[in-house]
């Protein structure tokens, strides 16, 4: 939690969060996660300071765990002067014992960004997903609150001026709106309404920019000129057998006596598709479904 520190901008951990999303779709399958559609509404975690602290945190603690689909667990949620956000206790259930940093008594709106990413520890904990070392599984928890429809709880929860900061979570806050473009590429919905921060909506633009210029690789019909244009050059080097991974872009090339095949990212959940290199080819991915426009 940066509270009045600097929060750091960016995409600094792009490539982890593009392996979290492929590892959901691994380990939940397509159909799972269309369930998701939906995110978590406003109205659903909202907490008035006239609530009571502890019966209202309860409150939103069951609403998460209503929409992660966890009907047989249950947060139990308290309170402490820590140096983190919260704290979940991992054990076999059906409670799990959450600790929220004292800071949220008086920030009680953001009561459900923290929420968010501990009750997701706890689904991922029953998936029996998880990544080595803590960054890297933090990274993992913080993108599948995102992309499972409660992770904008935390990006709204960053706010940042000239006197003071604050942010939930591992992923920067351009990295949270990359994932939440994402997101909102896949299932048509727009979190942007329910930002009570200006500096998230700010994020979540830059994230989808940032997610958009995925779907705009070669070899994919939508690529730009110059990206055609590149790829082309390369796609020669290629066949004279000169080239095989080129710098600076997601494609890479066969190498081998076969026909050359060129496998590059699938812009829905990262994972590498390889497909001929024979001009115009419809591609399918087989891991999300998604079906691809490609001019190899």
């Known amino acids: 939690m940066a509270n009045d520190g600097p ?107 923290a929420l968010a990413h501990e009750a997701m520890h706890a689904y991922l904990h029953r998936l029996g997903l998880s990544f080595a070392g803590t960054r890297d599984n933090e990274i993992l928890t913080d993108t599948a609150a995102a992309y499972l429809g409660a ?17 939930l979570g591992y992923l920067t806050p351009e990295e949270f709106g990359y994932v939440l473009a994402k997101r909102a590429l896949l299932f048509g919905e727009d979190p942007s309404p329910w930002f009570t921060s200006a500096q998230a909506y700010t994020a979540y633009g830059k994230g989808m920019a940032r997610a958009r210029r995925d779907r705009e690789q070669p070899p994919l019909t939508a690529a730009g000129w110059v990206g055609r244009r590149r790829y082309a050059r390369d796609r020669r080097h290629a066949e004279d057998r000169a080239l095989v991974a080129a710098a600076g872009v997601s494609y890479v090339f066969s190498d081998g006596p076969e026909p050359l095949r060129v496998s590059f990212p699938c812009p829905t959940c990262l994972q590498r598709i390889r497909v001929p290199v024979k001009g115009r080819v419809r591609a399918r991915c087989g891991l999300c479904r998604t079906v691809l426009e490609c001019d190899t």
């Open 7 to 113: 929060v750091e901008h960016g995409f600094p951990h792009l490539q982890t969060v593009r392996a979290a999303i492929t590892a959901l779709y691994r380990r939940m399958s397509y159909d799972t996660i269309q369930t998701f559609s939906t995110s978590v509404v406003p109205a659903d975690v909202a907490f008035a300071d006239t609530d009571d602290l502890y019966l209202g945190a309860q409150r939103v603690a069951r609403e998460i765990v209503r929409h992660y689909r966890l009907p047989d667990a249950r947060l139990i949620v308290a309170f402490r002067a820590m140096e983190h956000a919260a704290n979940i206790e991992l054990a076999a259930g059906p409670e799990y014992f959450v600790e929220l940093n004292d800071r949220f008594r008086t920030h009680r709106r953001d009561i459900g960004a």
């Open 151 to 167: 992770g904008w709880l935390l990006l709204d929860a960053y706010r940042e001026d000239g006197a003071s900061s604050q942010k």
